[in-house]
């Protein structure tokens, strides 16, 4: 069955960065666009991220514009968000989602 499981999730400061992953299985992952989405307390979830199958079209929020890269590497089933400049208001838990299907999420907490 699909599977998808973020890792990379941390406490970070503001200003500082990171690199999320989500690993999939279950599918023909080089066939599929794939998302980042995010779901911060008392909001709803929001797409952050899409990445076409092939990484020749990206899209992102106007929130992470200039600030967060998709990719990903098909011969590894995984794609990433690489996430600079981190502010507060981007604490949230981090979901992949490919296939109509939702990874179990990853938080990301940016505080001094």
């Known amino acids: 069955q699909v599977r998808l499981v973020e890792s990379g999730g941390g406490l970070v400061q503001p200003g500082g960065s990171l690199k999320l992953s989500c690993a999939a299985s279950g599918f023909t992952f080089s066939d599929y666009s794939m998302n980042w989405y995010r779901q911060a307390p008392g909001k709803e979830r929001e797409m952050v991220a899409e990445?076409?199958?092939?990484?020749?079209?990206?899209s992102y929020a106007d929130s992470v514009k200039g600030r967060f890269t998709i990719s990903r590497e098909n011969v590894k089933n995984t794609v990433y968000l690489q996430m600079n400049a981190l502010r507060p208001e981007d604490t949230a838990v981090y979901y992949c989602?490919?296939?109509?299907?939702w990874g179990q999420g990853t938080q990301v907490t940016v505080s001094t």
């Open positions: 989602s490919g296939l109509g299907n």
């Open positions: 990445i076409t199958h092939n990484g020749g079209w990206t």
